[in-house]
T-cell receptor
Framework: SQKIEQNSEALNIQEGKTATLTCNYT??????LQWYRQDPGRGPVFLLL?????KEKRKERLKVTFDTTLKQSLFHITASQPADSATYLC???????????FGPGTRLSVLP | NAGVTQTPKFQVLKTGQSMTLQCAQD?????MYWYRQDPGMGLRLIYY???????DKGEVPNGYNVSRLNKREFSLRLESAAPSQTSVYFC??????????????FGPGTRLTVL
């Protein structure tokens, strides 16, 4: 069956460290993968998109990698800050390219 | 620009009651979507509309109906609410079909409780 998993439900890290979040999928062949941030009581906000032919994408302190062989994407936040505390969702296109499928999310807490 | 707006923000219903969730976007997007979000299950697509005048079922359409009223507005109706429909509902829009790699813009959500 098709499945998207994110490494853990919650992740705590110390301010200034690099946070690494994982998104694994099975039985999908996505052309691209996206990462969203969601704050409590609000809708998700788009952060980054990476295509299947791209190994890595960066935006300020954010970095995303995409390994189609491992069927995995890694999302890194360097020099993390308490303001980075949120839930992060990965999303990929389904095999028909019609719609997104979202992972369950990882709740990141950056401790001062 | 307001982006994507949803009404109401909160709603409590009794089992069997009906209601309509409203969504509007001012970004001139073609595609609009309705999701529900439940703890530990992520966002699940209920219905989507790739363009004005078309609607299609998503992963969990049972118990819901939708109307794409015009390019701006996409409503979600619960005809006979059930406790299993207690959830947070998000509307989203995108400039093109998701298969084109377009990003989605989400509304603030409607928190629905069915007693």
């Amino acid at each position: 069956s098709q499945k998207i998993e994110q490494n853990s439900e919650a992740l705590n890290i110390q301010e200034g460290k690099t946070a690494t979040l994982t998104c694994n999928y099975t039985n999908y062949s996505p052309a691209y993968l996206q990462w969203y941030r969601q704050d409590p009581g609000r809708g998700p906000v788009f952060l980054l998109l990476i295509r299947e032919n791209e190994k890595e994408k960066r935006k300020e302190r954010l970095k995303v990698t995409f390994d189609t062989t491992l069927k995995q994407s890694l999302f890194h936040i360097t020099a993390s800050q308490p303001a980075d505390s949120a839930t992060y969702l990965c999303a990929l296109d389904d095999n028909y390219g019609q719609n997104f499928v979202f992972g369950p999310g990882t709740r990141l807490s950056v401790l001062p | 620009n307001a982006g994507v707006t949803q009404t109401p923000k909160f709603q409590v219903l009794k089992t069997g009651q009906s209601m309509t969730l409203q969504c509007a976007q001012d970004m001139n997007h073609n595609s609009m979507y309705w999701y529900r979000q439940d703890p530990g299950m992520g966002l699940r697509l209920i219905y989507y509309s790739a363009s004005e005048g078309t609607t299609d079922k998503g992963e969990v359409p049972n118990g819901y109906n939708v109307s794409r009223l015009n390019k701006r507005e996409f409503s979600l109706r619960l005809e006979s609410a059930a406790p299993s429909q207690t959830s947070v509902y998000f509307c989203a829009s995108s400039g093109d079909r998701q298969g084109q790699g377009d990003t989605q813009y989400f509304g603030p959500g409607t928190r629905l409780t069915v007693l």
